[in-house]
T-cell receptor, first 109, second 114 residues
């Protein structure tokens, strides 16, 4: 079955860059997504990338996709305390999303 | 402007007492989803509606039911909640429910079972 894996924790200093990694298994996924979840809240779509792209940049966010290795990453430039949250990657399978385990990002001053 | 609304945000019920969670959307999307998210875990799809067509995930317990009376509303019914059903329940919508469609999530309802 499909499996999406992420490292559990990441701790960075405010102002540094954060890189959150994800590996997935379904090579036929058309879109791959990054969602952000703050404590006690729902999921907020941050960005997504089409599978025929290698990179997508959106303000402080950069998504890199290595389709050969089935590896997806999210880079957050100039990380702020407000970026502290859990970040989920997800791949699309027909009409549903398969989520990764989530990476908890902690930003310290 | 709220697009996917879930009420209540927090729900407390007793062991075995039926409970209903509600979701509404202003996006006029065809597809509505219910996810269960337990602490420190990824959201897990329970079922979804494509318009009026109900699609149940194979491992969703029979204790969980859903109703969609119209395009805007979808309900999650838990017939006999157990302690293991305590979780955050997330509703989501998408326009057509195909691979390239973005899902929009509500804020979730956190269910506590006493």
């Amino acid at each position: 079955g499909e499996d999406v894996e992420q490292s559990l924790f990441l701790s960075v200093r405010e102002g540094d860059s954060s890189v959150i990694n994800c590996t997935y298994t379904d090579s036929s996924s058309t879109y791959l997504y990054w969602y952000k979840q703050e404590p006690g809240a729902g999921l907020q779509l941050l960005t997504y990338i089409f599978s025929n792209m290698d990179m997508k940049q959106d303000q402080r966010l950069t998504v890199l996709l290595n389709k050969k290795d089935k590896h997806l990453s999210l880079r957050i430039a100039d990380t702020q305390t407000g970026d502290s949250a859990i970040y989920f990657c997800a791949e699309s399978e027909t009409d549903k999303l398969i989520f990764g385990t989530g990476t908890r990002l902690q930003v310290f001053p | 402007d709220a697009m996917v609304i879930q009420n209540p945000r927090y729900q407390v019920t007793q062991f075995g007492k039926p409970v209903t969670l509600s979701c509404s959307q202003t996006l006029n999307h065809n597809v509505m989803y219910w996810y269960q998210q337990k602490s420190s875990q990824a959201p897990k799809l329970l079922f979804h509606y494509y318009d009026k067509d109900f699609n149940n995930e194979a491992d969703t317990p029979d204790n969980f039911q859903s109703r969609r009376p119209n395009t805007s509303f979808c309900f999650l019914d838990i017939r006999s909640p157990g302690l293991g059903d305590a979780a955050m329940y997330l509703c989501a919508t998408s326009r057509e429910g195909v691979r390239q469609e973005t899902q929009y999530f509500g804020p979730g309802t956190r269910l506590l079972v006493l």
